[in-house]
Structures are given as structure tokens and as C-alpha cells.
């Protein structure tokens, strides 16, 4: 699945951007961000030692507070810092509807060289209450850390229009016996203020 999100990614990457811009976008002004996504994600058997398939539709609610002003003006990654708090719901659309929620806060750095199109990439985690019925999880406060990359595209100049890959990882952090772990791939869509 990575292998083909990645040239998908890169693919919209060259075509939405004028390469050569070094115009000033919302991201390299704003102070906050805030915003939604949906999309959906899948743990596979094998991957790491994940021994349940579980599918989920994701919703995130978020807010993100920019920490620095632009580094690196004029280069490749001129950006900016950003830390995002979000408060994530997973529905586990093959397991009855039992779901999974918690909060996350993730670091981001925005790329901000370009005219319209915003590139990121993230990391970070946090606490997740897992409810979805395996013995095999050990316990149902989990632990989740996650890193990715996304492309935002403004369509005007406080909102952009986001898709974004993230490998997502649960378990409980080894604070209860059994502690088989969800690795999943998700893909997500949404939408961001920024102010």
C-alpha cells in the first residue's frame, strides 16, 4: 500500500505546486490552525506482530499553534514549526462499532516555500482508550505514536483543502501482558482554518 501512496503523493506534490514560488501563504504567516479530517485506515496481519485485521473510519478534530517564525528562508525547507493537539475518533467499522478515542499531540513541520501548496511531515502520539474487544490487547488503556506526511492545497487565503498518509500504532506499552499492537495505514482527507 505504501508504494503506491508515495508516488500518488509526490505525483500531486509536482503537478499542484509552482516549483519555483517563494510566495508568502497562510502557513507562513498564521499563528493557529485549526481543522478536521476523515478518512479511513487498516491494521494488516504480518505487519509487525499484528495478528487481527481491523478497519476503522477516522474522525479528528484538531488544533495546531505555530511555534517558530520561518527558518531557512529561500531554501528547500523553509518552514516553520508547529505542534497540532488532536482528539481522534476510530470507529472499528469491522468489529460491531466498538471504537477508540483518546488525544495526540504531534509535531509538524510546514514547508512554506511554496505558493499554494502546503507539504508537511509529523510525529507524535499519546494516550488512546481501546475498546475493541481483543484479549489480545492486555488492556484497554493504550498507547499510540504515528508519523506521516500530508499536502495542503489553499483555496483561498485562510483555508486549505488536506490529504495526508499516517502509519498509526497501538498498543499498550508493554504495562500489561498480552500486548499485541495495531499497525495500521491510514489516509485521510480535511479541511484547515488558518489565523
Known amino acids: 500500500m505504501l508504494k503506491t501512496i508515495l508516488p500518488l503523493f509526490f505525483t500531486l506534490f509536482i503537478l499542484l505546486s509552482p516549483l519555483n514560488s517563494l510566495a508568502d501563504n497562510a502557513a507562513s504567516t498564521a499563528s ?3 481543522g478536521f479530517l476523515t478518512g479511513y485506515g487498516s491494521s494488516f496481519v504480518g505487519f509487525g506482530t499484528t495478528r487481527h485485521r481491523v478497519q ?5 478534530l484538531r488544533a495546531g499553534f505555530f511555534l517558530s517564525d520561518e527558518v531557512g528562508k529561500g531554501s528547500w525547507y523553509q518552514g516553520r514549526h508547529e505542534v497540532m493537539l488532536e482528539l481522534p475518533y476510530h470507529l472499528a467499522i469491522n468489529y460491531g ?10 509535531g509538524h513541520w510546514r514547508f512554506t516555500s511554496l505558493d499554494k501548496v502546503v507539504p508537511y511531515v509529523l510525529a507524535g502520539g499519546g494516550p488512546l482508550f481501546v475498546d475493541l474487544g481483543l484479549p489480545t490487547m492486555g488492556t484497554k488503556l493504550c ?3 504515528q508519523g506521516g506526511a500530508g499536502l495542503q492545497y489553499l483555496v483561498n487565503k485562510n483555508t486549505a483543502l488536506s490529504f495526508e498518509y499516517r502509519y498509526h500504532h497501538i498498543s499498550n506499552a508493554g504495562t500489561a ?19
Do not use: H
Open 177 to 195: 501482558s498480552p500486548n499485541e499492537p495495531i499497525n495500521s495505514n491510514k489516509i485521510l482527507l480535511g479541511i484547515s482554518f488558518y489565523r
Open 143 to 145: 498507547f499510540s505514536y
Open 56 to 60: 476503522t473510519w477516522d474522525a479528528i
Open 97 to 106: 462499532g466498538r471504537s477508540m478515542v483518546g488525544g495526540y499531540m504531534l
Open 32 to 34: 493557529r490552525e485549526f
